[in-house]
């Protein structure tokens, strides 16, 4: 929690915080199963998404990038997934298929 200090401004103390560490087992490309669905979302709009992938949080955030280029469309990585935004399997599919991922 965030506390006021005398005349110093805010400091953090991080015994307050809670540290939550999630240890997540990194595989390789060749061993990954991608899953890949599309969603319906609010007003028709349709979300790609890619489950299932072993990676930490910063590399899943590089793959989202390199898809949303790859793919030309926007997306985000969220809760352990890929978004991407429209119906993009076949690009997607393409794109992990030249990568050397596995794909269900």
Same mark, same amino acid.
Request: hydrophobic share 30%; charged share 35%.
């Given at each position: 929690?965030?506390?006021?200090?005398?005349?110093?401004?805010?400091?953090?103390?991080?015994?307050?915080?809670?540290?939550?560490?999630?240890?997540?087992? /990194?595989?390789?490309?060749?061993?990954?199963?991608?899953?890949?669905?599309?969603?319906?979302?609010?007003?028709?709009?349709?979300?790609?998404?890619?489950?299932? *992938?072993? *990676?930490?949080?910063?590399?899943?955030?590089? *793959?989202?990038?390199?898809?949303?280029?790859?793919?030309?469309?926007?997306g985000t990585a969220r809760d352990g997934e /890929?978004?991407?935004?429209?119906?993009?399997?076949?690009?997607?599919? /393409?794109?992990?298929?030249?990568?050397?991922?596995?794909?269900?």
């Amino acid at each position: 929690m965030s506390k006021r200090t005398n005349g110093q401004g805010w400091s953090l103390n991080t015994s307050d915080t809670q540290q939550v560490t999630q240890q997540t087992e /990194i595989k390789p490309p060749e061993k990954q199963r991608a899953v890949f669905a599309v969603e319906k979302r609010k007003k028709g709009k349709k979300v790609t998404l890619i489950k299932n *992938l072993a *990676l930490s949080d910063a590399d899943l955030k590089d *793959l989202a990038r390199t898809l949303k280029t790859a793919c030309g469309t926007g997306g985000t990585a969220r809760d352990g997934e /890929i978004e991407l935004q429209g119906d993009c399997r076949d690009r997607a599919r /393409i794109w992990f298929e030249k990568n050397g991922y596995g794909l269900k």
